[in-house]
């Protein structure tokens, strides 16, 4: 079982940046593939980066690339999403996602969520 916690969301003004944290226990986690999941209003969830496990591969939404960074560090069991130059449109509640052999981008994919953390852009 692997139990995961985000951080970090919050209001910030469009423009602004925003690091999101999560933190996993309960199974080594660099054998884990990392993936951030959103979902707006409205919206169903959606796909927005991942990261393997050695950090070796990791993969983008077209809607966020070369504005997100996903990176983590095995040694404090957290992966971490640098939000730049965020916009209105990628208000949401972020999700963290994690699984043994998964790399891909479908939700079915994970086995493992967080609760949640919301990001709020405003104009």
């Known amino acids: 079982q692997v139990q995961l916690v985000e951080s970090g969301g919050g209001l910030v003004q469009a423009g602004g940046s925003l690091t999101l944290s999560c933190a996993a226990s309960?199974?080594?986690?660099?054998?884990?593939?990392m993936g951030w999941f959103r979902q707006g209003p409205g919206k169903e969830r959606e796909f927005v980066a991942r990261?393997?496990?050695?950090?070796?591969?990791?993969s983008y939404a077209d809607s966020v690339k070369g504005r997100f960074t996903i990176s983590r560090d095995n040694a404090k069991n957290t992966v971490y999403l640098q939000m730049n130059s965020l916009k209105p449109e990628d208000t949401a509640v972020y999700y963290c996602?994690?699984?043994?052999?998964?790399?891909?981008?479908?939700?079915?994919?994970?086995?493992?969520w967080g609760q949640g953390t919301q990001v709020t852009v405003s104009l």
């Open positions: 996602a994690a699984d043994r052999t998964y790399s891909g981008s479908t939700t079915s994919g994970y086995n493992y």
């Open positions: 309960g199974r080594p986690f660099s054998s884990l593939i």
């Open positions: 990261v393997t496990g050695s950090s070796r591969s990791t």
